[in-house]
T-cell receptor, first 114, second 113 residues
Framework: AQSVTQLGSHVSVSEGALVLLRCNYSSSVPPYLFWYVQYPNQGLQLLLK??????LVKGINGFEAEFKKSETSFHLTKPSAHMSDAAEYFCAVSHTGTASKLTFGTGTRLQVTL | NAGVTQTPKFQVLKTGQSMTLQCAQDMNHNSMYWYRQDPGMGLRLIYY???????DKGEVPNGYNVSRLNKREFSLRLESAAPSQTSVYFC????????????FGSGTQLSVL
């Protein structure tokens, strides 16, 4: 079985501040991990993914995430928030196999204030 | 390229009515998925098709049926709609499973009265 837990359904930061969105995973086999972003009234877009190469993964729009096996975590960070980062962010887990499913967390809504 | 196309974008049903949500992808992807999104619950997998000719249940399959019509198309049917099925439905596809990313459609907002 696989699952992800996102701590904090809402996070608010000031423009220019550090963004930290937390994700912990559970998987019985080595996982693939993803962060997706959803802007209002749109589908989800991939921000970044971990597929067992480098543990520090860089994505689009200045976001990055670090895979920490010992902590079963894959937290998303961005050094300096921008107003355009306001959106909902989803962590997801998958694993190898043609019948593999992608399981999503419950999401974290990021608010960026002036 | 259109990517993943879902129709309709909006739908209002009365309890007990049936309808089919259509999804088509033009990326020659093998795997296709149907998710529903509800506030505070993230995206939950309804059904998926790992490859043409196969379908499997996800987390919340009750009240739904699917058809993988061909490699491009994957439809979701509500036989007798219930208010609990009010949700936003997303279709998604990817080339294979594992580490491949999902491509999402723009969603169908369904209200069941």
């Amino acid at each position: 079985a696989q699952s992800v837990t996102q701590l904090g359904s809402h996070v608010s930061v000031s423009e220019g501040a550090l963004v930290l969105l937390r994700c912990n995973y559970s998987s019985s086999v080595p996982p693939y991990l993803f962060w997706y972003v959803q802007y209002p009234n749109q589908g989800l877009q991939l921000l970044l993914k971990y597929t067992s190469a480098a543990t520090l993964v860089k994505g689009i729009n200045g976001f990055e995430a670090e895979f920490k096996k010992s902590e079963t975590s894959f937290h998303l960070t961005k050094p300096s928030a921008h107003m355009s980062d306001a959106a909902e962010y989803f962590c997801a887990v998958s694993h190898t196999g043609t019948a593999s499913k992608l399981t999503f967390g419950t999401g974290t809504r990021l608010q960026v204030t002036l | 390229n259109a990517g993943v196309t879902q129709t309709p974008k909006f739908q209002v049903l009365k309890t007990g009515q049936s309808m089919t949500l259509q999804c088509a992808q033009d990326m020659n992807h093998n795997s296709m998925y149907w998710y529903r999104q509800d506030p505070g619950m993230g995206l939950r997998l309804i059904y998926y098709s790992a490859s043409e000719g196969t379908t499997d249940k996800g987390e919340v399959p009750n009240g739904y049926n699917v058809s993988r019509l061909n490699k491009r198309e994957f439809s979701l049917r509500l036989e007798s709609a219930a208010p609990s099925q009010t949700s936003v439905y997303f279709c998604a596809s990817r080339r294979t499973a594992g580490g491949e990313k999902l491509f999402f459609g723009s969603g169908t907002q369904l209200s069941v009265l």
